[in-house]
């Protein structure tokens, strides 16, 4: 009987495994490789920045303090203020410019905290309540019957950058009614409207631009309202 060992069982075959032909890499041998191309990626990654930022987005607020003098109060006159309306172009949340005659653009990422119309509604009650014209000034929920009730619309509200400098464009239509009248009559029907150019372009001038507008409308306003109210103090 011959001791030798069949070929497949030779020593050559011994030291590659069994089922491993000659000239396929060992596990000991990939496993090095493979742990090298992986702190490769590592260190690739440590030198890239793999995370991507975006823009915060940001939210303004209109605000017109008046500075003006008080005017003496029309005895028993309740002022009743419905909310205001927004043309449809100006009514979202978003900040609008005016980049061409025909073109408009929505900020996605620069908005308003409320919408618009709620919050110029609230800017002039606040207004006419400290001009002292009506001795009541309150939302049309309010629990007094109306002497008058002022509605409006806002019709424009963008910064225009069509030309330089840009600059802050506001309108607002405004409507005083007397309800007693039957059927009850306009007192006052305007259209105000103030353009007020801005330092540069961004968010912040802007808003700034529009309180100087809104300023500046209220009064022209207020003026309006001492001149055409009816019984009124000296």
Not at 6 to 29: D, F, I, Q, V
Not at 35 to 62: D, Q, R, V, W
Not at 170 to 178: M, N, P, Q, S, T
């Amino acid at each position: 009987m011959r001791n030798d060992i069949p070929l497949k069982y030779s020593w050559a075959n011994l030291r590659r495994g069994p089922g491993r032909r000659s000239g396929e890499t060992s596990g000991m041998t990939a496993r090095p490789l493979f742990m090298s191309f992986c702190l490769a990626l590592l260190a690739l990654g440590g030198c890239i920045n793999l995370t991507k930022s975006y823009p915060e987005k940001h939210s303004y607020a209109l605000e017109a303090i008046r500075q003006g003098k008080t005017h003496a109060s029309i005895p028993g006159t309740v002022l009743k203020i419905r909310k205001l309306r927004a043309s449809p172009d100006f009514e979202g949340k978003e900040l609008v410019y005016r980049t061409s005659d025909a073109r408009y653009e929505r900020d996605f990422y620069n908005e308003w905290f409320v919408p618009p119309n709620a919050m110029l509604t609230q800017q002039l009650q606040n207004w006419l309540t400290s001009t002292g014209l009506f001795q009541y000034v309150m939302d049309s929920s309010g629990p007094l019957p109306a002497t008058h009730l002022l509605e409006g619309t806002v019709t424009a509200l963008y910064g225009d950058y069509r030309a330089t400098p840009a600059k802050a464009a506001l309108g607002l239509h405004v409507l005083l009614i007397d309800p007693a009248k039957n059927p009850p009559a306009i007192v006052l029907q305007r259209d105000y409207r103030s353009d007020i150019p801005i330092a540069d372009r961004s968010p912040e001038a802007l808003v700034q631009g529009w309180n100087t507008a809104l300023r500046s409308i209220f009064d022209g306003l207020v003026d309006d309202l001492y001149k055409g109210l009816p019984h009124r103090q000296p």
